[in-house]
């Protein structure tokens, strides 16, 4: 079914339509799906004056024409495929479920659209590695939605580490634990969507370690799985070759405080709970504790957005904050947990 003019999408959307002007000026975004992920990076675009949010796909004509009304996009697709043919988009937002990630990404990339896919990546290293090597024959832009490493506090604990402030890092402790009870029949039980503590809450300690230790030497993890075979409880040694180690959790079966320390040879640094998006951290050095605020607007989500943006502007096809390989490196750590608990997934 065709998609009706745009004013009859969304009656309550500006016009004139701001993409006639073909400005770099503004970045014009498309989101594919509607739930609630989407619905948070929507808001946070609001926080970017440099932004429009364009245009809104889904599989349901209905459901793209509700999230369009309710923040104001002018253009709502019934479909992914019509999204990814819209020429006045910059760059398309990916905010399926993970199991979807490779297949709508894809899509996008064929069609000669810049990308910034949710995290985590694609379900393992083979399916992000063939986006990565599309998007590079391409020429075009590439990113891995993962907040974390956009955020300012990230930033500054990582410019602090880098200059030595807490010596050599010897040790990294993160967990990332939901309460739960998680009912059947959720996508985080199913393993055709991806499920697990893992891939959903894990990705955060294993990123968190990777940007201060890098690959481990050695791995070790154990879990308890749901009867669907996706893992409800983790837990993840990693050795280091210079004698780090980092000791990381996951899991849906216990509210956990979402904190992280990284110990260093002269000091240590923890980040509060929820570690991946602190609004500042507590540097130790010696008997000295000091409080560093860094605050952040929104959701938190916009960070992420204006390096996209920034990159797009400056001609970039992958950000420094966000490397490819790195991704594609830290698909590689999160394969061989998944195969050491046993968890397999019928698209992987």
């Known amino acids: ?134 998007a590079q024959e391409r020429g075009l832009f590439l990113m891995e939605a993962m907040w974390m490493r956009t955020n300012p506090a990230i930033r500054r604990i990582i410019s602090l580490v880098a200059e030595g402030q807490i010596g050599e890092v010897r040790h990294i402790s993160a967990d990332f634990g939901l309460p739960g009870p ?66 990381l959790a996951c899991g849906l079966r216990g509210k956990t405080a979402v904190r992280a320390v990284i110990t260093g040879t002269e000091g240590r640094i923890e980040i509060p709970g929820p570690f991946p998006v602190p609004p500042g951290f507590t540097l130790v050095r010696g008997d000295e504790e000091t409080w560093v605020d860094v605050p952040y607007t929104g959701n938190g989500m916009n960070h992420e957005a204006a390096e996209v943006m920034r990159c797009l502007r400056e001609g970039l096809t992958e950000s420094p904050l966000i490397p490819l390989d790195e991704t594609l490196e830290i698909m590689q750590i999160l394969d061989e947990i998944r195969a050491q608990i046993g968890v397999v997934y019928p698209s992987a």
């Open 182 to 247: 998680v009912m059947p029949g959720h996508r985080l039980r199913d393993p055709a969507l991806g499920g697990g503590a893992l891939l959903d809450l894990g990705i955060y300690p294993v990123t968190l370690t990777y940007l201060f230790l890098g690959r481990p030497a050695e791995i070790r993890a154990w879990a308890s799985l749901f009867p669907e075979g996706t893992d409800e409880n983790t837990g993840i040694v990693f050795g280091y070759d210079n004698g780090a180690v980092a000791t």
């Open 1 to 134: 079914m065709a998609n009706p003019p745009a004013a009859e999408q969304n009656p309550t959307s500006p016009a004139p339509d701001p993409a006639a002007s073909g400005s770099r000026d503004v970045i014009r975004w498309g989101i594919l799906a509607t739930g609630w992920i989407a619905k948070r990076f929507t808001e946070d675009l609001a926080h970017l004056p440099d932004a429009q949010v364009l245009a809104v796909g889904s599989r349901s004509l209905e459901g793209a024409q509700a999230f369009a009304e309710t923040h104001g996009i002018p253009r709502a697709y019934g479909s992914w495929q019509e999204l990814a043919a819209d020429e006045d988009l910059d760059v398309i937002y990916v905010a399926t479920p993970h199991s979807a990630h490779h297949a709508a990404t894809r899509l996008c990339l064929e069609a000669g659209r810049a990308v910034l896919c949710e995290k985590p990546f694609t379900l393992d290293y083979a399916s992000s590695l063939d986006l990565v090597k599309l």
